[in-house]
């Protein structure tokens, strides 16, 4: 499998390679500059699929094939998860809530409302910063921290899984990950609920199978309407 160690090792040598060979027969710059095109088009395509294993591992799917495993991001929010939860009841059906750290803080009655009904809290960073991404290891080990100290202390319950904000990852979230122990989950369904109408969604979702994981959000208001109607055939 191609990932972030055996991609630098590779690179490596064909760019030692190239140097050689330029130095022997003037190679054109040309080939060094589609290398690097290359190689950073590969970084880029990795960093963006948390499914590609390429810098960590992750979980996009379940070895639970009893059910279809929801998974709610961005919350909590007090408008829209509490019908969530009322939803998921009203279905019987067990969910899990990655939540952002600054948004517990402010909520922590719903994070608590989420355990005691069942459900489980993932850390979803404290910040959910659009430039997480470029944090470096401490900024980013500091967040996970902060934010399951919160869970720990709303839920009583230790956290141990993480889902990365926007699904990015890279070297440095990485190294934070394997530092923590925590376990990235990820998806193999990403529903588009903030994107998409309801009825393009439900067309995403319709053919889920038990062991799936399904990307949600709990801070759109037709994600209500689309899960109530989803869990009726599921």
């Not at 070297?171 to 903030?194: C, F, G, Y």
């Not at 199978?209 to 709990?218: P, S």
Request: glycine share 4%; net charge positive; hydrophobic share 40%.
């Amino acid at each position: 499998m191609l990932n972030f160690k055996n991609t630098n090792i590779i690179f490596s040598i064909v760019f030692l390679i190239l140097i050689l060979l330029r130095i022997n027969y003037t190679l054109p710059f040309l080939f060094f500059i589609i290398l690097i095109i290359v190689y950073l088009t590969i970084l880029f395509l990795g960093a963006k699929n948390v499914c590609s294993q390429f810098f960590l591992k992750s979980k996009c799917s379940s070895n639970d094939k009893s059910k279809i495993h929801l998974t709610f991001d961005d919350g909590p929010d007090v408008n829209t998860t509490p019908k969530i939860l009322e939803v998921l009841k009203k279905h019987n059906h067990k969910a899990t809530f990655f939540c952002i750290g600054h948004k517990i803080d402010k909520h922590p009655e719903i994070v608590k409302q989420i355990i005691e009904e069942g459900h489980k809290v993932g850390n979803h960073s404290f910040s959910h910063s659009n430039f997480f991404d470029f944090f470096g290891s401490k900024k980013i080990i500091s967040e996970i921290i902060r934010t399951n100290k919160l869970i720990k202390e709303i839920t009583g319950k230790d956290c141990n899984i993480f889902r990365p904000p926007f699904g990015i990852t890279n070297p440095h979230i990485a190294l934070s990950i394997k530092k923590l122990k925590m376990e990235v989950i990820a998806w193999n369904i990403r529903s588009l609920d903030t994107v998409k109408s309801k009825e393009k969604v439900l067309q995403r979702i319709k053919n889920a199978k038990n062991g799936d994981i399904i990307l949600f959000h709990d801070t759109k208001k037709q994600t209500i309407e689309i899960l109530d109607e989803f869990l009726r055939f599921k």
